[in-house]
């Protein structure tokens, strides 16, 4: 492995979190959905951070605007074929896309299922025109509650063999994980991948919770592990990877500042932390400028930068097969 390049890749990355502006001000405009300004200039503050919100939940209410104006299954596969685009130009050489299907049909009350499917028809267009690999992750949405999830979960299902692994996301304070014990039992029976949101707006304790009872073999987020050694030293031991995302843990307000972000602490730790962007198009950032800013502002030095891309490399959804195919692309 040692002279052998490593992938570009982004693990972490919602794509109903990176809907263009200027797709959403022209999607507006087609299906007459007033917005509350009259110029795209003037429209970005609403859909992009602009520094830091108050807390997840602020941070959320960014990405309401993107599925706002999605009105119809053409709609839907517009922006999962623009998101192929995206993360092509971003220099990805692999990307796992994630998504809540009820999340993008619930304003116009689109067919759930359907939207999966109009999703993967959108993706598997993109890969025909750009030479990335990508890989989708459904989202239950926690914030709609348990039976919103089950239609989501029955949606995903349905098309379980284009779909890598499920999440659980969203509202981590006020849904417990422990409600959606029986979801997750189904995608494991489903034999699916899980990864789940946590350790974000919620401590420690969502983190057990994820990694014991929803059976998660990776953590999005999972900044509060950070505090409790008992906690990253179980992490370490059930091998459990953490999808560390900087900027957007800034703009949350789950830390105070870019320079005090954990992901050095993991490292040091030994975890299997890799690095990744979370909602591009809302954050104005790509994954680029997080590998920057944790070498500019973080203080991770080369080899640090390195590891992450291999740790990414090792806890990715792709099989043994599709890894050795990927490289011999490279």
Same mark, same amino acid.
């Given at each position: 492995?040692?002279?052998?390049?490593?992938?570009?890749?982004?693990?972490?990355?919602?794509?109903?979190?990176?809907?263009?502006?200027?797709?959403?001000?022209?999607?507006?405009?087609?299906?007459?959905?007033?917005?509350?300004?009259?110029?795209?200039?003037?429209?970005?503050?609403?859909?992009?951070? *602009?520094? !830091? =919100? &108050?807390? +997840?939940?602020?941070?959320?209410?960014?990405?309401?605007? $993107?599925?706002?104006?999605?009105?119809?299954?053409?709609?839907?596969?517009?922006?999962?074929?623009?998101?192929?685009?995206?993360?092509?130009?971003?220099?990805?050489?692999?990307?796992?896309?994630?998504?809540?299907?009820?999340?993008?049909?619930?304003?116009?009350?689109?067919?759930?299922?359907?939207?999966?499917?109009?999703?993967?028809?959108?993706?598997?267009?993109?890969?025909?025109?750009?030479?990335?690999?990508?890989?989708?992750?459904?989202?239950?949405?926690?914030?709609?509650?348990?039976?919103?999830?089950?239609?989501?979960?029955?949606?995903?299902?349905?098309?379980?063999?284009?779909?890598?692994?499920?999440?659980?996301?969203?509202?981590?304070?006020?849904?417990?994980?422990?409600?959606?014990?029986?979801?997750?039992? *189904?995608? !494991? =029976? &489903?034999? +699916?991948?899980?990864?789940?949101?946590?350790?974000?707006? $919620?401590?420690?304790?969502?983190?057990?919770?994820?990694?014991?009872?929803?059976?998660?073999?990776?953590?999005?987020?999972?900044?509060?592990?950070?505090?409790?050694?008992?906690?990253?030293?179980?992490?370490?031991?059930?091998?459990?990877?953490?999808?560390?995302?900087?900027?957007?843990?800034?703009?949350?307000?789950?830390?105070?500042?870019?320079?005090?972000?954990?992901?050095?602490?993991?490292?040091?730790?030994?975890?299997?932390?890799?690095?990744?962007?979370?909602?591009?198009?809302?954050?104005?950032?790509?994954?680029?400028?997080?590998?920057?800013?944790?070498?500019?502002?973080?203080?991770?030095?080369?080899?640090?930068?390195?590891?992450?891309?291999?740790?990414?490399?090792?806890?990715?959804?792709?099989?043994?097969?599709?890894?050795?195919?990927?490289?011999?692309?490279?």
């Amino acid at each position: 492995m040692k002279n052998t390049p490593l992938p570009l890749m982004d693990l972490h990355r919602h794509l109903d979190g990176n809907i263009r502006p200027k797709t959403i001000w022209q999607l507006a405009q087609k299906n007459n959905i007033s917005l509350p300004v009259s110029t795209l200039e003037d429209f970005i503050p609403y859909v992009q951070i *602009q520094n !830091q =919100e &108050a807390d +997840l939940m602020a941070f959320l209410k960014k990405l309401d605007w $993107g599925v706002a104006v999605l009105s119809s299954l053409d709609d839907v596969k517009q922006i999962a074929y623009e998101n192929v685009e995206d993360a092509f130009n971003a220099g990805l050489h692999y990307a796992e896309l994630r998504f809540s299907p009820y999340y993008m049909a619930m304003n116009h009350k689109l067919n759930v299922q359907d939207v999966v499917g109009a999703i993967i028809d959108g993706i598997n267009l993109g890969l025909k025109d750009f030479k990335i690999k990508i890989k989708l992750i459904g989202i239950l949405s926690r914030t709609f509650g348990v039976e919103k999830c089950q239609l989501e979960l029955d949606a995903l299902l349905a098309f379980k063999n284009n779909i890598t692994a499920i999440d659980l996301a969203g509202d981590e304070y006020n849904f417990s994980g422990s409600l959606f014990v029986e979801h997750f039992k *189904q995608v !494991q =029976e &489903a034999g +699916l991948h899980i990864t789940v949101h946590a350790g974000e707006a $919620g401590g420690v304790q969502s983190m057990y919770q994820a990694i014991d009872e929803l059976k998660a073999t990776r953590i999005g987020h999972g900044v509060a592990c950070a505090s409790d050694e008992a906690l990253m030293d179980y992490m370490l031991e059930k091998n459990i990877a953490i999808e560390s995302c900087i900027t957007s843990n800034y703009q949350t307000g789950t830390i105070d500042s870019i320079k005090n972000h954990p992901i050095k602490t993991f490292l040091n730790k030994g975890l299997k932390v890799c690095l990744n962007t979370d909602d591009p198009a809302v954050q104005g950032i790509e994954i680029k400028h997080e590998f920057k800013i944790a070498q500019s502002i973080v203080g991770l030095d080369d080899n640090d930068i390195l590891t992450l891309k291999q740790n990414a490399f090792d806890v990715c959804f792709l099989s043994k097969d599709e890894k050795k195919d990927l490289l011999n692309s490279l």
